[in-house]
């Protein structure tokens, strides 16, 4: 005992407590699905980003396996088209182990006229673990995790949430900032049909940040005032001394109407440029969950420059989404 408490001494600084410290390892998460960041405390959200930290620096490994699904079949059901969410999710899953299938949509028998619920029954009879489900309308994916009997996690419904997207988010600030308590983050454009933006604003409040959403009347929702955040209508006082520039995609496929005059005029006003980017502090940095419109809501001298966090986003949400199904399974039967 007394030679290892003599080598602890060498290895660890003094005030280094390994006894009481909990690793992110032992933390539990207390549900069974992930269907939105309403509904997670703020210690779920810590453990959830503590626990990607292990996994961002596994991802860096030549080995990236684990055991941890072996055995376990992950659903990866998209109804809408998607390219980094469910790429991140098959390669979280694989690299814990799951047997992963991805469910097309587009040649299934949801393009035939069968439901959700048809498809949820469908899907419960082949023992899915995980079910992972993207789609169009806000609350179907609710609907589905009251149907199945697996874990299921929202990979974006509508414009009502994307938790992935936004644990990721602030796993990114962390890492590059150190915290996420008094930082102040502006969100930017198209907040009306973005769950990206109410996924993050719920997460940012709950960790302590101040939120500000930044665009034209069109583009805001009309209860704007019921999410507690600072609203701005112009990029000059909405950035202000702001600490991230988390920039949306202009989501043109959700609009029937003209909610913008035109993308030349919506750059103009709205776009991220250099000019635009000096309004923020000096060491401000930007953010977009993709995919982008360059030299429509960003241009392309601030996504590919020093200030952007983009690429590294990207590398976060597969530390995240392995997060997230490694403590989910910790509650899955026979776990
Ligand atoms: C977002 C989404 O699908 O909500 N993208 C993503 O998940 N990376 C944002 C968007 O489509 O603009």
């Excluded at 003599?6 to 549900?31: E, N, Q, R």
């Excluded at 939105?36 to 860096?60: M, Q």
């Excluded at 602030?170 to 930017?188: Q, S």
């Excluded at 980017?277 to 601030?302: F, T």
Aim: net charge neutral; with cysteine; charged share 25%.
């Amino acid at each position: 005992m007394q030679v290892l408490a003599i080598v602890g001494a060498y290895l660890y600084p003094a005030d280094f407590d390994m006894t009481s410290k909990p690793t992110a390892t032992s933390f539990t998460f207390p549900h069974r699905h992930l269907l939105g960041i309403e509904g997670l405390s703020a210690e779920d959200i810590t453990g959830l980003l503590d626990l990607s930290e292990e996994f961002v620096v596994l991802n860096r490994e030549v080995e990236k396996k684990r055991a941890t699904l072996r055995g376990r079949t992950q659903i990866n059901l998209f109804f809408e088209a998607s390219t980094r969410t469910q790429s991140s999710f098959e390669l979280a899953g694989k690299r814990l182990g799951a047997d992963v299938m991805n469910m097309s949509v587009s040649t299934s028998s949801v393009k035939k006229g069968e439901t959700l619920i048809d498809t949820a029954a469908t899907l419960n009879a082949m023992h899915p673990d995980v079910l992972i489900v993207r789609h169009s309308a806000s609350g179907a994916v609710e609907l589905l995790a009251r149907k199945i009997d697996c874990s299921v996690v929202n990979a974006g419904d509508g414009a009502h949430e994307h938790p992935t997207q936004a644990l990721l988010d602030a796993l990114t600030i962390r890492r590059n900032k150190g915290r996420i308590e008094g930082l102040t983050v502006a969100i930017c454009g198209d907040i009306l049909h973005s769950r990206v933006a109410r996924s993050n604003i719920l997460l940012l409040h709950r960790l302590g940040a101040q939120v500000r959403v930044v665009g034209p009347s069109t583009l805001l929702p009309r209860d704007i005032d019921r999410f507690g955040v600072d609203v701005h209508r112009d990029m000059k006082s909405g950035l202000d001394g702001v600490d991230i520039v988390m920039m949306l995609r202009l989501q043109r496929e959700r609009m029937n109407g003209s909610f913008v005059p035109s993308v030349k005029e919506y750059f103009h006003y709205w776009g991220l440029d250099e000019a635009k980017l000096r309004y923020a502090k000096p060491d401000a940095l930007v953010m977009h969950p993709g995919p982008m419109n360059r030299g429509v809501e960003i241009d392309s001298a601030v996504a590919d420059g020093a200030q952007s966090l983009i690429r590294e986003q990207v590398e976060m949400g597969v530390a995240v989404r392995m997060a997230v199904l490694d403590a989910l399974s910790r509650n899955l039967p026979n776990a």
